[in-house]
């Protein structure tokens, strides 16, 4: 059996999704299983279910884990992302900078919070780049 188990937003993970995922794991018919969680671990504790039940997984029952951390944009990839969305103006336009500025402190590098902050505010945009949006 094959079988493909994607689950975003960990962090809420009862113990029945968590139940469910060692049931997998241990059973016979299972032959491949990839799981894909998506979870913010700065906030997972060592004693959260989710990290307990990652840390059976990888002492007791001896199956591989590999763990991804994603790191916040740099400043310079979030000037460019901003500056792609006003029509490809320069990275260092100055107007665009200031701009950047806010909107990086507000999200930290986060490309999830950027996508959302972006999405929510295109009136922004409008009113500080009229000619352009």
């Known amino acids: 059996m094959y079988v493909l188990l994607f689950e975003a937003n960990n962090i ?31 906030e997972v504790p060592v004693s959260h279910p989710l990290q307990m039940h ?6 007791e029952k001896s199956i591989p884990v590999t763990q991804i951390e994603l790191q ?4 310079s990839i979030v000037t460019q992302w901003i500056a792609d969305l006003l029509n ?3 990275a260092t336009n100055t107007e665009v900078q200031p ?14 919070f950027l996508r959302v902050f972006l999405q ?4 922004l945009l409008c009113y500080l780049f009229p000619d352009v949006v």
């Open 88 to 90: 490809n103006i320069s």
């Open 72 to 75: 916040p944009l740099s400043f």
């Open 12 to 42: 809420g993970a009862d113990r029945e999704s968590i139940a469910l995922v060692s049931s997998l794991l241990d059973s016979s018919q299972t032959q491949y299983l990839l799981v894909i969680g998506a979870y913010r671990s700065n």
């Open 120 to 123: 929510v505010r295109p009136k």
């Open 99 to 112: 701009l950047a500025e806010i909107i990086y402190k507000k999200t930290e590098g986060n490309p999830f």
């Open 54 to 59: 990652i840390d059976e997984i990888v002492t």
